[in-house]
DNA sequence: TCTATATACGAACGATGTTCGTGTCAAGCT
DNA sequence: AGCTTGACACGAACATCGTTCGTATATAGA
């Protein structure tokens, strides 16, 4: 079986007449599985931008062109990547009376996911909405919103909405801690510069910005991620 | 004056003195207008990843290494390519009785903008918070929001979570386009096809995709950009 | 006139994703 | 047991990318 078939049977209804009888060297050196977690413990480790083909294959002792023979394509690596990802997610049996709570939990797990491989939500981005694990996600979130009585249209456009804000959250923290760990200089992460250069901006052309600098530059940890999620699910409540 | 300090200064507040008595060539063969004239033209018309060092500076006859008098970076590029969209972006006067049509028309606009640029709002998603223009754009939202009575935080923090949304709405949308274009299979963008797919799915584990395909797959033109908007704008209203 | 400096550009460097050709080895068929 | 087939492995190379170096040129201030 190629790399390019497994590819193709990801993204079609899994058919068990078709996984079996194939022949399989008895040793393979390198297992698909093997990719994925050198992978990702390379992203882990430094990051999305590191996952480099023949970073990933000397990490396997070998060289890139082994990488084919499992792998069709970088995007096809991606892919890879996110269905891991997707596949540790734990999905709650829903539970009507805390479908709040219980998006949110998912929400905050796909987050975490993200930025503990960070720059990998860029990939997610690109995801290819039928694959199997994105759908087991968006299946539970579905069954999630409608136990909680979200109208089904309401509920598909959330989920939609939802995986789009953590993704675009999650890439945009890991752009500012990759800036902050290898710049120099220009690009500003630190608060307190922050306020200086907001303090001495043109009163005339800035003034909400200069008043209201406090507020523009706060939130700790995940303040603004929490901030956005209630937005989205208290309207969604309110439908 | 280097590329290099052109940059800084765009991140600095505007100081007039600076900007006058500076030794210029008479006839400069290329401009830093021609170079984001003409890599903007090059994106509208083959999207972002077509934007090369080479195939730009090709387009102004000349090799690579001739724009790098005029441009630090390849980021700083995309620095100034997103200047320059929210350079065109025209902020309303602040209507406290029409905040919510105000917001939403600069977030339409901005949308617009990432697609007339396909893939160009990866960029923005990594642009400083520093950026003059950036900062303009951002200071518009907030007086419609202050305008309309939306508290500081909850506006600085709207804003924020607006934007990223746009940005990975446009940057989604912007790769379907280009997979549609140029794709050899696997990748589904037809509707009907998405919707042959969910029927197929084994229906034990996918129950509620199965029943609700229709509405996971709705969405003509912009429905999906418009519901979520109305969801963050009237959540911000009601609290 | 002289000098400093912004601009221009050919050539090259290192790194990237990917392909080609060839080789190896286990599993199935006769 | 021998032969074929298909999956796997990998060295070498290709085209392309962003970027730098060295150098040439022309202009604005001294």
Redesign the interface.
């Known amino acids: 079986m190629n790399p390019r078939e497994r ?2 049977a990801r ?4 058919n068990p007449e078709a996984d079996a009888d194939r022949r399989r060297r008895r040793t393979a050196l390198i297992t698909p599985a093997q990719v994925i977690d050198t992978a990702l413990g390379l992203i882990a480790a430094e990051g999305y931008e590191a996952l480099t083909m023949r970073r990933l294959a000397g990490a396997l002792d070998t060289g890139p062109a082994s990488l084919y023979a499992h792998v069709v394509d970088k995007a096809d690596l991606d892919e890879l990547l996110i269905g891991r990802l997707c596949a540790e997610l734990v999905l709650p049996e829903p539970d009507p009376a805390a479908w709040r709570e219980q998006i949110r939990g998912v929400c905050t797990q796909i987050r975490d996911q993200y930025l503990k491989y960070p720059g990998i939500s ?1 990939a997610a ?2 995801m ?3 694959e199997l694990e994105a ?2 996600v ?2 539970g979130m ?2 999630i919103l ?1 136990a909680g009585g979200v109208a ?7 989920i ?2 939802l995986l ?2 953590v ?3 999650c ?2 923290r890991s ?1 500012a801690r990759q800036r902050s760990t290898q710049d120099d200089a ?3 992460v630190d608060r307190a510069e ?1 306020l200086r ?1 907001f303090a ?3 009163a005339a ?5 200069i008043r ?1 600098a406090a ?2 530059t ?2 700790d940890g995940h ?2 991620f929490d ?2 999620l ?3 699910i ?3 409540a ?1 439908r």
């Open positions: 590819r193709a993204h079609q209804p899994p860029r981005l690109a290819a909405p039928t759908m087991r968006n299946e579905l069954a409608l089904p249209q309401d509920a598909a456009w959330a939609d909405a789009l804000y993704a675009a959250y890439l945009e752009i220009v690009w500003v922050l250069r001495a901006l043109p052309t800035f003034p909400h910005t209201h507020e523009l706060a939130g303040d603004r901030f956005t209630t937005l989205l208290d309207g969604l309110r």
